[in-house]
């Protein structure tokens, strides 16, 4: 990983008028992701610019709903699912240092108000939806009318996965080349998938003990397998750009499986071993594979976390319901 010599205020900066014209209120949405080719790595932690391309489903209407308005008091006010959170927490200070990227010192308290309605039982990741309706919600505030692929470089650099979340559908995120990273921005691609689910199997809520970024610093700086992901990760991009196009059910599925199990063989050869399983997780991976002996087309994939998210289409919902009684179920394509 490379330590970038252009910081990320000097970039968004670029894209800003000098003075700040904004309005009374703003809202916006964004889904949330899941990656079927991962983004496992930086090549530059200031920017988030990652050493491979991903490709990611969103969740329709699962995902962020933020507002931004004017706060009265003089002081910025953080919100969190209906509730004031502190000035001090986690989730403020980075809201409000990504904020600040916007604000460049002029005094503007703002109300961010963000409710997420990721059903709490699923076990997703917020952060990439948090972002990009941030970074949504702060185009309409101060009518920047920013275009798709600079918000989705603005999301990434809160957090890498939000670079995808500007978008719904399939939606891949190009690595790009530049040292601005301007040229690592996510697009739509063009084919749906009316009849594809995912399953949510949440098999713990306890928090991560290592967060993703210090998760892929780990693996980048310790793991011998590493060296070889970013090869595997581009081939399964283009295996799986291929099945979806030819809306090949097995194929997209058992490419996004293996990714998803050759990103945690990097990462539990790293060291110490990064083991984001439990047994419980193994054992839904076990059922997962006898179901598919017994003629079940479904697959499998897995973030930094023990929870696993079904692929499946349409055909095998009631099945799956009955071996699965707690699988929450999402249509991606359902708008
Ligand atoms: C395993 O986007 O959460 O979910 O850029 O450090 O905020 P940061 O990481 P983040 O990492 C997501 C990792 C992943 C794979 C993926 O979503 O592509």
Known sequence: MSNSSIDKASVVNRYLPSRLVSREYADAFAPSNIALCKYWGKRDAE????????????LAHLGSHTNISHSETG?????????????????SRKVIAFVDLFRRGQKIPLIVDTRNNIPTAAGLASSASGFAALVLALDDFFSLKLENSVLSAFARM?????????????????????????????SQLDNRWPNLRIGLIK??????????????????????????????????????????????????GACAEKNAMSMHATMMSAWPP?????????AVMHKVWQLRE????VYFTMDAGPNLKLLFEACSLSVLETEFVSMEVIQPFSD
């Open 274 to 282: 990064l083991v984001y399983w439990l047994p419980e997780s193994l």
């Open 203 to 252: 098999v713990s809520s306890v928090q991560k003990p290592v967060d993703s970024r210090s998760g892929m610093n780990r693996t980048i700086e310790t793991s011998k397998l590493y060296p070889s992901w970013p090869e595997q990760a581009g081939s399964d991009l283009i295996t799986l750009e291929q099945a979806i196009a030819d809306r090949d059910f097995a194929r997209m």
């Open 158 to 186: 809160g957090s890498g996965s939000a670079s995808r979340s500007i978008y719904s559908g399939f939606v891949r995120w190009d690595m790009g080349s530049q040292s601005d990273g301007m040229d690592s921005v996510a």
């Open 47 to 58: 920017l988030n610019l990652p050493v491979n391309s991903s490709l990611s489903i969103s």
């Open 75 to 91: 002081l910025d006010k953080v919100r969190l699912n209906n509730k004031d959170l502190s000035l001090d927490s986690n989730f």
């Open 294 to 297: 017994a003629g079940v087309a």
